[in-house]
């Protein structure tokens, strides 16, 4: 009976009082008992869509502890820092998390005794539609068409506003031209009419004398060239730039041969207007004007490809201005074209028998002054070709007379200019980016530039060189790179038979 009592309350002392799992050398296993989105359990918890972003995670233990004797710990990989503590009960949410690749840890621990394993939970958050990466493919493709379309738009706004400016400009032009002829034709013919009525009050014993005679014959001669303007005016009008087959309208003052200059002498401003407005279809022109000194200076400084010389000009001599010109070694050789009324042999001669190259008599068409201007320069480049004033090599730039060649030429240093730092761009890359065939792109490229395409490309490649050279302080090796050329031995060689010096001399010479 006594032992009984004993056992009696040793039971009672286990039920009141239970033995303590000792919290220094055990270590409890944390397991992952659910994970909710919003109030839903989830299923499939390893691939969660993007909607899915706010989590609840719950934690138990493998040996069922109870849980308020446990303390949790809980670390999300690619969200958290560091180890954060779960709330009382072992659950801890997350939300608004981003679409990607998470790896949730969980701890737990008995009495602040030691943490146990690690319980790892990977998961992924898939991204919305709209940022997958064929949503995104499609925004740059519909963004690249709305520049596209606004820049379409924009040129052809562009074309029609240069439209109206030649429109306004030439409408001008052809008002001012209207006025002032009609002004100009009131003197011939007072002078031809005063001249008339005298004869016929003098008749029938008047008789009319060389003065008269010679009255009504520059009368004449005044309103003929008058006509011819006239003439050469409308034909003008009818040949405005207005391009078909879609091809850019061009400006008058942007001529097709850019690098080509023409000096115009002519001290009528309407007549010279009207020889610069036909000139400016295939070249640049200037004008120049004064007394001797100011006009030989003007073309001493500019060194135009040509000179439009009157004889008549009211401060200064033209054969004098003529003889400087050819004097000068910088410019004798420029063509000059003498324009005058040549009335009589004697003008005629002095203009034979001058140093001119040319000479075109009033009234003239000015498309044919400006084909002859034209094949002077052509004849001046080929002879400088072939006997060259300066040891530096030189070829001939031949004249461009078609837009359609313009147009190719803008495309060809394009797509030279955008390729210039690759050292394997050669003919082969440039006949099949202008989508020619060799033979086909060597002969259109002699014929507009008077080169072979490899060395058309090598001259862009030199001349680039040499602005880099002049405008950087870039190394040598680093210019060399960005004109594709890296070989040094044949850039030097090949600049210096172009600039006849070595690129260190070139950078180190006055401009």
């Known amino acids: 009976?006594?032992?009984?009592?004993?056992?009696?309350?040793?039971?009672?002392?286990?039920?009141?009082?239970?033995?303590?799992?000792?919290?220094?050398?055990?270590?409890?296993?944390?397991?992952?008992?659910?994970?909710?989105?919003?109030?839903?359990?989830?299923?499939?918890?390893?691939?969660?869509?993007?909607?899915?972003?706010?989590?609840?995670?719950?934690?138990?233990?493998?040996?069922?502890l109870p849980s308020d004797s446990l303390e949790y710990r809980f670390w999300l990989k690619g969200h958290d820092n560091d180890w954060v503590t779960a709330f009382k009960g072992g659950w801890y949410f997350y939300t608004d998390l981003s679409p990607g690749n998470y790896e949730f840890m969980a701890q737990s621990r008995l009495n602040e005794g030691t943490w146990g394993p690690v319980s790892i939970h990977e998961f992924s958050i898939e991204s919305p539609w709209w940022l997958t990466w064929q949503a995104i493919t499609l925004y740059i493709l519909s963004g690249t068409g709305i520049i596209i379309y606004i820049y379409y738009l924009i040129r052809s706004r562009i074309r029609i506003h240069n439209q109206l400016i030649v429109e306004r400009s030439n409408q001008r032009f052809k008002t001012d031209f209207i006025i002032h002829a009609g002004r100009e034709f009131r003197i011939p013919l007072t002078i031809i009419l005063s001249t008339i009525e005298k004869?016929?009050?003098?008749?029938?014993?008047?008789?009319?004398?060389?003065?008269?005679?010679?009255?009504?014959?520059?009368?004449?001669?005044?309103?003929?060239?008058?006509?011819?303007?006239?003439?050469?005016?409308?034909?003008?009008?009818?040949?405005?730039?207005?391009?078909?087959?879609?091809?850019?309208?061009?400006?008058?003052?942007?001529?097709?041969?850019?690098?080509?200059?023409?000096?115009?002498?002519?001290?009528?401003?309407?007549?010279?207007d009207v020889i610069r407005r036909d000139i400016l279809r295939f070249m640049k022109a200037e004008f120049a004007e004064g007394n001797n000194s100011d006009i030989v200076e003007k073309v001493t400084h500019s060194r135009p490809d040509a000179v439009i010389l009157d004889t008549e000009l009211p401060e200064a001599n033209a054969y004098e201005i003529l003889s400087e010109i050819k004097k000068n070694p910088d410019t004798g050789g420029i063509p000059i074209i003498l324009v005058s009324n040549f009335d009589d042999s004697r003008s005629l001669l002095r203009a034979i028998r001058s140093e001119a190259d040319d000479y075109i008599s009033k009234p003239f068409n000015c498309k044919v002054l400006t084909a002859l201007v034209m094949k002077k320069i052509r004849t001046?480049?080929?002879?400088?070709?072939?006997?060259?004033?300066?040891?530096?090599?030189?070829?001939?730039?031949?004249?461009?007379?078609?837009?359609?060649?313009?147009?190719?030429?803008?495309?060809?240093?394009?797509?030279?200019?955008?390729?210039?730092?690759?050292?394997?761009?050669?003919?082969?890359?440039?006949?099949?980016?202008?989508?020619?065939?060799?033979?086909?792109?060597?002969?259109?490229?002699?014929?507009?530039?008077?080169?072979?395409?490899?060395?058309?490309?090598?001259?862009?490649?030199?001349?680039?060189?040499?602005?880099?050279?002049?405008?950087?302080?870039?190394?040598?090796?680093?210019?060399?790179?960005?004109?594709?050329?890296?070989?040094?031995?044949?850039?030097?060689?090949?600049f210096k038979e172009k600039f006849t010096v070595s690129p260190t001399d070139y950078r180190q010479s006055p401009i």
């Open 199 to 272: 004869m016929r009050e003098g008749m029938p014993t008047y008789r009319p004398t060389r003065t008269d005679i010679q009255h009504l014959r520059n009368s004449s001669r005044m309103l003929m060239q008058m006509v011819e303007q006239l003439v050469d005016f409308n034909k003008e009008e009818q040949d405005i730039p207005y391009t078909s087959k879609g091809d850019v309208i061009e400006m008058a003052d942007i001529p097709i041969n850019k690098d080509t200059t023409v000096m115009i002498i002519e001290p009528n401003r309407q007549l010279a």
């Open 380 to 494: 001046h480049r080929e002879l400088n070709a072939v006997y060259p004033r300066s040891q530096t090599a030189y070829t001939a730039r031949p004249l461009i007379e078609r837009r359609g060649d313009k147009l190719f030429i803008d495309r060809l240093d394009k797509a030279v200019f955008e390729n210039l730092a690759d050292p394997e761009f050669d003919v082969n890359a440039l006949a099949s980016a202008m989508n020619m065939s060799r033979s086909q792109l060597y002969n259109k490229i002699k014929e507009l530039k008077g080169l072979a395409p490899v060395e058309y490309i090598r001259e862009i490649r030199l001349n680039k060189a040499s602005e880099l050279l002049r405008e950087y302080r870039t190394s040598i090796k680093e210019i060399r790179a960005m004109v594709g050329m890296p070989d040094p031995t044949n850039f030097n060689r090949r």
């Open 1 to 64: 009976m006594k032992s009984l009592t004993v056992y009696l309350m040793v039971f009672i002392l286990v039920i009141i009082c239970p033995p303590r799992v000792r919290s220094d050398n055990f270590t409890p296993h944390t397991k992952i008992i659910g994970i909710w989105a919003y109030a839903d359990e989830l299923t499939d918890s390893t691939h969660l869509t993007y909607k899915q972003n706010n989590l609840r995670f719950f934690c138990g233990t493998e040996e069922d």
